[in-house]
């Protein structure tokens, strides 16, 4: 089972980027990879997924300012955030999800924090 680990939030101006990054401690070649938020008081919600086979799906508030992208050489999936509004303003978590002899599993990174704000 892959670890997954965070990086790259912070605190940003309005209509400012950032770039998230996962980090696996293995091999996510055949892992669908995600990316998830979850603002206070809130659900948790999907922002990006991206397939083993390099297919992505955006949540709605995501299109056209967010990309979702891997690496499997580095084992690393990227979220690049653009046009960032406060309401971008959560915890960012990594989400691996694999099927092995069958049976699905999934794993959660501890999340980075993405604060928008003037």
């Known amino acids: 089972q892959v670890q997954l680990v965070e990086s790259g939030g912070g605190l940003v101006q309005p209509g400012g980027s950032l770039r998230l990054s996962c980090a696996a401690s293995?091999?996510?070649?055949?892992?669908?990879m995600g990316w998830y938020r979850q603002a206070p008081g809130k659900e948790r919600e999907l922002v990006a997924t991206i397939t083993s086979a390099g297919n992505t799906n955006y949540a709605d508030s995501a299109k056209g300012r967010f990309t979702i992208s891997r690496d499997n050489a580095k084992s690393t999936v990227y979220l690049q955030m653009n046009s960032l509004k406060p309401e971008d303003t959560a915890v960012y978590c990594c989400?691996?999800?694999?099927?092995?002899?069958?049976?699905?599993?999934?794993?959660w990174g501890q999340g980075t924090q993405v604060t928008v704000s003037s």
């Open positions: 293995g091999s996510i070649f055949s892992h669908n």
């Open positions: 989400n691996a999800a694999w099927i092995l002899r069958g049976a699905r599993y999934n794993t």
